[in-house]
């Protein structure tokens, strides 16, 4: 079936660092790819979307480009501040009519200042 | 405009007690799921409905029941806790118009039941 795999965390970077958290997924269809940032002690938040292959998802300042000939949509940010500090789900829907989505494991990051 | 209320935070529960995890939203979203997420795990869903009076099995069903009787409302049941039940319970919801297709819509999640079954 469907899955997601992200990179494991957790991921500690200095203020202003270059983040890329990676993913790659499987599907037999054309899923549309999300990511989702978990802060302390809250639910998840959409941060991106890209629905079709070669769509840049872009928020905050993080981005993430739908690579459908690698099966990727790797999560970048050129500069992370001490509140990016979160954890960071990739998922996919697979366009069925139930919208559901799946994620991977999530990868926490701690943006040190 | 509150979003997507749950409630309670935190529970204990013992082995055999059973407990209803409520889900509010209220944004008029005719979608609605529960999810579950384990340590190191990505969130698996559990049950979910596309309207009232209509739900369906997800992934990891066994163990909960639901129910949709308003739009607002999707309570989550537990009947028989056990300890393979300890998780965070995350409810969403969406606004989806399509019947086949697409699956791109947004899902807004609230911010979780912590359950712990001793």
């Known amino acids: 079936g469907d899955s997601v795999t992200q990179m494991e965390g957790p991921v500690t970077l200095s203020e202003e660092a270059f983040l890329t958290i990676n993913c790659t997924y499987t599907?037999?269809?054309?899923?549309?790819l999300f990511w989702y940032v978990q802060y302390p002690g809250e639910g998840l938040q959409l941060l991106l979307k890209?629905?079709?292959?070669?769509d840049k998802g872009s928020n905050k300042g993080f981005e993430a480009t739908y690579r459908k000939e690698t099966t990727s949509f790797h999560l970048e940010k050129g500069s992370v501040q001490v509140s990016d500090s979160a954890v960071y789900f990739c998922?996919?829907?697979?366009?069925?009519?139930?919208?559901?989505?799946?994620f991977g494991t999530g990868t926490l990051l701690a943006v040190q200042p | 405009n509150a979003g997507v209320t749950q409630t309670p935070k935190f529970r204990i529960l013992k082995i055999g007690q059973s407990m209803t995890l409520q889900c509010t939203q209220d944004?008029?979203?005719?979608?609605m799921y529960w999810y579950r997420q384990d340590p190191g795990m990505g969130l698996k869903l559990i049950y979910y409905?596309?309207?009232?009076?209509?739900?369906d099995k997800g992934e990891v069903p066994n163990g909960y029941n639901v129910s949709r009787s308003t739009t607002e409302d999707f309570p989550l049941r537990l009947e028989l806790a056990a300890p393979s039940q300890t998780s965070v319970y995350f409810c969403?919801?969406?606004?989806?118009?399509?019947?086949?297709?697409?699956?791109?819509?947004?899902?807004?999640f609230g911010p979780g039941t912590r359950l712990t079954v001793l």
């Open positions: 969403a919801s969406s606004y989806s118009i399509r019947l086949a297709g697409g699956g791109t819509d947004t899902q807004y």
């Open positions: 890209a629905t079709k292959a070669d």
């Open positions: 998922a996919l829907s697979d366009g069925g009519a139930t919208n559901k989505l799946i």
């Open positions: 599907a037999t269809g054309y899923p549309s």
């Open positions: 409905s596309v309207g009232a009076g209509i739900t």
């Open positions: 944004m008029n979203h005719n979608y």
